[in-house]
């Protein structure tokens, strides 16, 4: 296939996802990588096909003795530098194709094998530094191509609809506040309509929202969109990452952070607040999926500015490449 926004950065895991000693398949612009952490929180990657017949390689197990991942079908084994290990010798120069990686704390970013054209946003690490992990959810693919997958993002109508159930939007409004090139920042003010107790049982972070949330977003093109919320009890940051797997897959994830008014709060809420993302990208996905291909709208609703700035953006990818590389 042909790479879709080649030079970009591409946030592919969290070091929490890969686990100890264990394969990890990536699929970034239509090629597979096998990922692998050892105990010490080194983290190798390589083209997840092996050089000898072509066997997945994320199908195999990792040696912790060499810190080196096994072919499953002939038990050949390539450390992350790609060298091959046989007989107890290893070989004169890498076989294997690795895939370089840039390790930000726990995150793991890619450009694919591509020149880096667009910097590795710094927002991340600062969130990661003022701010406590709470844990990945929502890790799923998405049988959508990107461009559709990232808009849903930027859309601040769907709500009304795709999210309805869950968060009972009366209205909502949206707008810039900043926007710099791949950078912007939106305010968000919804209005709730009231939760049932059971509701709030179900759901303990629901009783935390107030009637009229003042949110904010923060977006990162391309990969990367932060929702803030701010509320007496509880500030969050939810980070939904997306990544093009396939022309017509799309992976994403989301990293989420907190803070509490008190400790107590964070073992009563944590697991609801990765709850309810996950169920946000649920409800996204099926509306992905069920799309009709895309054609151009006939109708345009408020606040769509913001999902067209994307689209711009998407579309005018080699100059805006361009314009941050000079």
């Not at 964070?266 to 996950?278: G, N, R």
Request: one cysteine or more; glycine letters at 4%; charged letters at 20%.
């Amino acid at each position: 296939m042909q790479a879709i926004l080649p030079g970009a950065p591409w946030l592919i895991a969290h070091k929490s996802m890969l686990g100890i000693n264990q394969p990890f398949k990536v699929t970034l612009n239509g090629q597979d990588y096998v990922l692998w952490q050892n105990k010490t929180g080194q983290v190798s990657a390589l083209n997840n096909v092996c050089p000898h017949l072509q066997a997945p390689l994320s199908n195999g197990w990792v040696c912790q003795e060499r810190n080196t991942i096994t072919c499953p079908f002939h038990t050949l084994e390539f450390d992350g530098q790609g060298y091959l290990y046989q007989d107890g010798s290893k070989s004169n120069a890498p076989i294997a194709e690795t895939l370089d990686l840039t390790i930000v704390g726990d995150l793991i970013w890619t450009y694919g094998g591509f020149e880096p054209r667009l910097p590795i946003p710094q927002l991340h690490e600062k969130i990661a530094e003022e701010y406590d992990f709470i844990g990945v959810t929502a890790e799923k693919r998405i049988k959508s191509n990107f461009l559709t997958s990232l808009l849903i993002n930027y859309d601040h109508n769907h709500q009304n609809g795709t999210h309805r159930e869950m968060f009972q939007v009366k209205s909502c409004r949206a707008e810039f506040i900043e926007k710099d090139g791949i950078y912007a920042l939106v305010a968000q003010t919804a209005e709730l309509a009231d939760y049932t107790p059971e509701e709030i049982a179900a759901n303990p972070t629901l009783g935390a929202f107030p009637k009229i949330m003042n949110n904010f977003l923060e977006y990162i093109f391309p990969s990367s969109q932060f929702f803030r919320l701010n509320t007496a009890d509880i500030k969050t940051y939810q980070g939904h990452i997306l990544y093009p797997e396939t022309e017509n897959s799309t992976k994403t994830f989301i990293l989420m952070y907190a803070k509490f008014s008190k400790p107590e709060l964070k073992e009563m809420l944590q697991e609801s607040l990765l709850q309810i993302a996950a169920v946000v990208v649920e409800q996204d996905t099926s509306c992905l999926e069920s799309l009709y291909p895309r054609a151009k709208a006939k109708i345009r609703l408020k606040s769509e500015d913001i999902m067209y700035y994307a689209q711009e953006l998407y579309q005018n990818w080699e100059n805006l490449a361009a314009a941050q590389t000079t």
